[in-house]
Structure formats: structure tokens, C-alpha cells
């Protein structure tokens, strides 16, 4: 959810290009570019960090590098960058897509325990 909310809010500061009011066109600019700018900190809070592990690492660099990008953007009123980032952050989604997707999970199917008190019978197994 976090990596569509990131794209819609880059695509919907390329759509503030369009409107013809200059203060509400920066000010859609700024806001969804502000907002897609804080779901790549999430995103970078959310990684675990390990010495020696790469893939945080690169991760955590990746999600700096596409907030740099669109710092440059809304600074500059500029849409390039706004596209190398979508470009390069949709490849990143897309692969996560395609491994959850691969991925053989299944829930497994859970008696209800007869327990009284606040949730009792509830499962989080899967």
C-alpha cells in the first residue's frame, strides 16, 4: 500500500503541472510531492538494519536517493525528475508484486478456542 500511495501521490504532483493557477498548481506540487517524499521515509524506518546485511543498506539509499530527486522537483518546479524517480520506484514495486505473488502462502484453518476474555478464539496463525 505504502509503495501505489508513493506512485499516486508523485502522479497526482505531475497532473499539478496542469492546472493553470500558479498557487494552487505549487501548492498540489508541493503537497503530493511532500507526502510521497514521507512514505520514503516510512518505507526507510521500516527496513531492518543489520551490520553486514546489503539489501537494507541499498534500500535505505535507494528510498534517500528518490527524496533527494523529488526535493529537486518541487524545488524546481520540474518534472523530470518526478519521472526518473516513478521509473525507477514502479521497477521496485513491480518485483515485490511479482515475489509476493510467487510466494505459496496459505491459511491455515484454526479451531476457535472456547476461551472467554478479550479475544479469545482469535488466531493470527496463516
Do not use: C, H
Not at 506540487?29 to 538494519?49: C, P, V
Not at 515485490?96 to 472456547?114: F, I, Y
Amino acid at each position: 500500500m505504502l509503495f501505489d500511495g508513493a506512485l499516486d501521490s508523485m502522479n497526482r504532483a505531475k497532473q499539478g503541472f496542469t492546472i493553470e493557477s500558479i498557487n494552487v498548481r505549487n501548492e498540489v506540487i508541493s503537497n503530493s510531492l511532500i507526502k510521497a517524499q514521507n512514505i520514503f521515509a516510512e518505507l526507510q524506518r521500516s527496513l531492518r538494519m543489520k551490520e553486514g546485511d546489503e539489501f537494507p543498506d541499498t534500500m535505505f539509499q535507494l528510498y534517500d536517493f528518490y527524496s533527494m530527486k523529488l526535493n529537486e522537483a518541487n524545488f524546481k518546479k520540474d518534472q523530470e525528475p518526478i519521472d526518473t524517480v516513478i521509473r525507477l520506484f514502479t521497477e521496485i514495486r513491480d518485483a515485490w508484486a511479482e515475489m509476493l505473488t510467487k510466494q505459496d502462502v496459505k491459511a491455515e484453518r484454526v479451531t476457535p478456542n472456547t476461551a472467554s476474555g478479550a479475544g479469545a478464539g482469535l488466531s493470527l496463525r496463516a
